[in-house]
């Protein structure tokens, strides 16, 4: 049983990462991740009866008013109603609730009011200190006052902490420094740096809240309200109402709430906001539309072919938001990593205060380094930067058109040294024309269709779509049977009807001409009779040859795989500058020959749209689905172009590099600020100001290296 729970009053990412830990060691609970970016926990469970009451209690053994609530229950829902009027804002599940704005807002001025109370009993009391040299105690209340009125919430959730046995939390560390700096005289410095810190604590929240606001907003398409059609009448009613196969208005310059077929009109549709892809796309009577897209010009009548809950928007928004249920390697170590790091500071500390002035004397120093110590010891900038640079990637992919499962496919992708890549519908466009034939053209036409018509394979709708061109009646066939690789067959007019390669035809026992051409070649046969062959020839898709001369000087080795025939094959390699092609291969044949590359060329990303194509993309090591494809191999895959374009492979595998070059970037920046700072104060050069900011002010600056590398260059470069 899988559950996902929002989190409200969660303000540490430290804390996130202790509270996940407590909640993994619940009995029942097999799983369970904590996103504090998307401020979401899934958890899978054995069990059900009291789980939420178990988290919650958990949950409040390390940090106290921080609620869980499941995702879709009333609770939930009853925060966003006041959005009804936003379209980018009208959904259940999103974090933006008027609740926590309401929360948010409260909580900030509230801070504000406290950081200017206290900065300016601060600044009076330095100016006491500064101006008049008699006014030592007049200075010491001021800035002793200054301290209470700005750290009097730390010391008493420090309290809360001690109690709890939580003696690494990041409000007892403060503590504990700054009460320690009172206790040697340094009055200024305590008052100071309980100011720094909370500003920076201040600006750190406000930073990352910035940051799932963008995310969310830009990914954010989910409908509230929907035109339904009903005996002829327009009537507004929830999305959520919508049922498959319900008629549905979208006027000129309404985003097309749900997916489905268009049954009146014509229009053009900007496609934005879903493939990134800025050229609006014609679209008529028949044509199948993409939910999040927004109709320009004509009146459309949908008819709709999947309800709100899996619509295209809902599934790009689910893969933001639920960014947590898979969390990648990195992500995992650092949050192990901290658990270690937090306690070895503190033992440093300690041996610093100590051990060290024992030895050699000098209390005074080595105590107010061991303070220092104290304040550098908080991991939050270390657990906060990994899942925030995730989950920032995997929204920047949404906006271009690119749908990330979870953060292990960003991991994954970014080790990848070898792009294996189906042919038809992934570097071809998969439309198909007949170009020449060996036989009556009509009698092919009309028994292959007649079968074809059952089939969702490129090859099988072109010979369709080329009959009805004709103007070839597509009567129906009976006893139909797709088979993988090879073809179909079926009963027309009382004939056992054949159409596909040259493996069906053997299997069927009858001989074919040995010819070769220069593209697809579909056999028909009628009672094991010879009857002529259809030859169907395809294009490549823009960009696709520059697409696969890109991954060749980037230093990915290309491979294609195809059971297409060699000759065609073999031309279209050649054009697109393959390195290494395989044709007239079975769905089952793919798997054998993506193994003998990955042991060549290391990690194998596979790129393929059709349902013959889902075992592959399982087994890959990153699986990739064209958004034109078929349903299930969008669903076995670990990311959807959804844009159907080659150029969008590039895009994704420049997304991970970045997301995972950003991640570690800032895990040695902060480690870098951090045992350089610890250095100095070895060295007597670092202050409490100087710890401080190793503390909050690198957390800050590693939030803003996210949004900066990763959020708003993609945002400045969408196309």
């Not at 379209?87 to 926590?100: A, G, L, P, R």
């Not at 960014?323 to 500390?349: E, H, M, S």
Request: net charge negative.
């Amino acid at each position: 049983m899988k559950i996902i729970y929002e989190i409200e009053n969660l303000c540490c990412p430290n804390c996130a990462a202790k509270i996940e830990t407590a909640i993994r060691k619940l009995d029942g609970i097999e799983e369970a991740n904590l996103s504090y970016p998307t401020m979401q926990l899934h958890v899978t469970a054995n069990i059900e009866e009291g789980l939420l009451a178990r988290i919650q209690t958990a949950a409040d053994s390390i940090e106290e008013g921080v609620l869980f609530h499941e995702r879709g229950t009333a609770h939930a829902k009853e925060h966003h109603h006041d959005h009804e009027h936003h379209e980018d804002c009208c959904h259940e599940h999103t974090h933006e609730h008027t609740h926590e704005h309401e929360h948010i807002h409260e909580h900030g001025n509230s801070d504000i009011i406290t950081l200017i109370a206290g900065g300016v009993l601060f600044l009076l009391g330095m100016a006491a200190h500064w101006l008049f040299t008699d006014s030592g105690y007049v200075s010491m209340i001021l800035l002793l006052a200054a301290y209470l009125v700005m750290g009097w919430e730390v010391l008493l959730d420090s309290a809360k902490s001690i109690g709890k046995g939580q003696i690494f939390d990041e409000n007892f560390l403060m503590s504990i420094a700054t009460i320690g700096a009172l206790c040697i005289g340094s009055w200024e410095e305590a008052a100071g740096v309980m100011l720094f810190f909370r500003i920076g604590e201040l600006f750190e929240h406000l930073a990352v809240e910035r940051s799932r606001k963008s995310v969310m907003e830009a990914v954010n398409l989910r409908p509230e309200t929907v035109q339904r059609l009903h005996d002829g009448v327009t009537e507004t009613v929830s999305a959520e109402e919508i049922a498959t196969g319900d008629r549905i208005l979208v006027r000129a310059g309404d985003r097309i709430p749900l997916d489905g077929i268009i049954h009146k009109g014509e229009s053009a549709l900007d496609t934005s906001a879903m493939t990134g892809e800025s050229m609006p796309v014609s679209v008529q009577t028949g044509d199948e539309v993409m939910s999040g897209c927004i109709n320009l010009d004509g009146v459309l009548e949908l008819e709709v072919t999947a309800e709100l809950k899996n619509s295209m928007v809902q599934r790009i928004l689910d893969s933001v938001e639920n960014a947590a249920a898979g969390k990648p390697r990195l992500d995992r170590f650092i949050t192990r990593f901290a658990r270690i790091y937090t306690p070895i500071v503190v033992a440093i500390a300690l041996v610093t205060a100590v051990g060290i002035p024992l030895l050699f004397g000098d209390w005074g120093r080595w105590v107010y380094t061991a303070l220092n110590f104290l304040m550098i010891s908080c991991p939050c900038a270390l657990v906060l930067s990994v899942p925030l640079a995730f989950f920032t990637g995997i929204g920047a992919g949404s906006v271009r058109g690119i749908l990330f499962k979870d953060g292990i496919s960003l991991e994954a992708l970014n080790r990848v040294k070898a792009v294996v890549m189906d042919k038809t519908g992934t570097l071809t466009k998969g439309s198909f024309s007949v170009t020449e034939t060996d036989g009556d053209k009509e009698t092919l036409l009309r028994y292959a269709s007649a079968c074809e018509s059952f089939s969702t394979h490129p090859t099988a709708k072109s010979i369709v779509a080329c009959a009805q061109a004709q103007n070839i009646p597509v009567i129906p066939a009976e006893q139909v049977q797709e088979i993988a690789g090879k073809g179909i067959t079926g009963t027309v007019d009382g004939k056992h009807i054949a159409c596909g390669n040259e493996k069906l035809m053997a299997a069927e026992g009858v001989a074919v001409p040995d010819v070769q051409k220069a593209g697809t070649c579909v056999y028909v046969a009628a009672d094991g009779s010879y009857l002529g062959m259809l030859v169907l020839s395809d294009t490549l898709k823009p960009g696709a040859a520059e697409t696969v001369k890109t991954m060749n000087r980037r230093g990915l080795y290309t491979v294609m795989l195809t059971g297409d025939s060699p000759v065609h094959t073999k031309a279209a390699a050649e054009t697109l500058g393959i390195a290494e092609f395989h044709a007239g291969l079975l769905p089952t044949d793919k798997p054998a020959y993506m193994e003998q590359v990955r042991k060549e060329h290391g990690a194998v990303l596979f790129v393929g749209d059709g349902i013959n194509d889902a075992p592959v993309l399982s087994g890959a090591d990153v699986g990739a689905a064209m958004g034109s494809g078929a349903d299930a191999a969008m669903e076995a895959a670990d990311v959807v172009l959804l844009g159907s374009d080659p150029q969008s492979i590039l895009t994704a595998v420049d997304i991970a590099q970045r997301v995972n070059r950003t991640a570690m970037f800032c895990i040695i920046f902060a480690l870098t600020v951090k045992i350089g700072i610890m250095l100095a104060g070895f060295l007597g050069f670092a202050n409490m100001w100087m710890s401080v900011f190793a503390d909050t002010g690198v957390t800050i600056l590693c939030v803003m290296i996210v949004l900066w590398r990763i959020h708003f260059h993609y945002r400045s470069k969408r196309t």
